[in-house]
């Protein structure tokens, strides 16, 4: 793994965005920077829209753009982070949960998967990957912590996922653990859901290309989460060395997951370039690349 390289893939290829928590990433840069590219996705009702999700292109706020808002609010602390639950408040479902999309004002270049969504119904899947986004801000935020909007999705997630009696679709699995980890008095569920994990920790993606899988790391990215329990040593360690070895010659990561349009399936590079980047520094593994900037 080349740390020069990354810089230089993420100066030609990547959004200014993710160019921004590149910086943060690495120890470099002002966290104001990074708040002001995501300003650029922001609409005057407090949510988030315009392709901040590289798959959903079209203008609106939606949910599932709301959890990429969260993960810029986890690097760069902001009140727009309580503006953003404000907003959330107003979309979510009687019963808490939030649907997976709402209705698009433009569809093209979108996937179809947000195109079709049933938005007649909460969504664990959405829900719990955005409420676990925005339980790692609330480490820092008090006010995210004390939103009702947060509080009301949680319970939400703990209902649903209690009354999940076979293994559900793999990224409500991933979704709902990482939900867990940030819900310390939710062993016994975690500990539930765990017996739906395959033991090497791999599972094929159902509806996704012919190779999408999801993996140990998918599940459990930093050391220390309770989820870690669920896989062993071994398995994370190779699924690390597997991450590392997925930088391409020009620098940065790519996807195995079906992308929809040219401008999206950029973003998505060096989006989840940023994704392995802080994986591997959480788990150790950056401070041993080649070509280290800091």
């Known amino acids: ?3 020069d390289k990354v810089a230089s893939f993420m100066a030609g290829h990547a959004r200014l965005l993710d160019r921004r928590r590149f910086e943060l990433l690495m120890g470099e840069g ?39 808002a969260f993960e810029v609010f986890e690097q760069a602390p902001s009140p727009r982070a309580a503006e953003l639950c404000d907003w959330l408040q107003t979309v979510t479902r009687p019963d808490g949960g939030l649907p997976f999309a709402l209705p698009l004002t433009v569809a093209q270049a979108t996937a179809p998967w947000w195109q079709g969504a049933d938005r007649s119904e909460s ?11 925005a339980w790692r801000v609330a480490t820092h935020d008090p006010a995210v912590a004390a939103h009702p909007w947060l ?38 569920l975690l500990d539930r859901l765990g017996a739906f994990v395959p033991p090497d920790g791999k599972m094929h ?29 071994e398995a994370v360690a190779a699924d690390l060395d597997r991450l590392e ?3 391409r010659e ?27 980047l802080r994986i591997l520094r959480d788990n150790g593994r950056l401070a041993q690349a080649s070509g280290r900037r800091a």
């Not at 703990?158 to 793999?170: D, F, G, T, Y």
């Not at 990561?253 to 590079?269: F, N, P």
């Open 1 to 3: 793994m080349d740390i």
């Open 30 to 68: 002002d966290p104001a920077g990074a708040l002001a590219a995501l300003e650029g996705y922001r609409n005057a009702d407090g949510g988030y829209g315009w392709g901040l999700e590289p798959d959903l292109r079209s203008p609106e706020s939606q949910p599932g753009s709301a959890l990429h």
């Open 123 to 133: 969504s664990l899947q959405i829900t719990a990957v955005t409420a676990a986004a």
């Open 151 to 188: 509080a009301r999705a949680s319970a939400y997630c703990l209902e649903a996922i209690s009354s999940l009696k076979e293994r559900p679709h793999a990224y409500v699995l991933a979704f709902a653990v990482r939900f867990l980890d940030t819900q310390p008095s939710a062993s016994d």
């Open 205 to 233: 993606v159902e509806g996704g290309t012919e190779h999408e899988m999801l993996r140990p790391l998918d599940f459990s990215p930093s050391p220390g989460l309770p989820s870690r329990r669920l896989f062993t040593a």
């Open 245 to 247: 070895s997925l930088q």
């Open 250 to 276: 020009d620098g940065g990561w790519a996807v195995d997951y079906a992308t929809i349009s040219q401008a999206g399936a950029l973003d998505w590079r060096g989006a989840v370039t940023v994704d392995a």
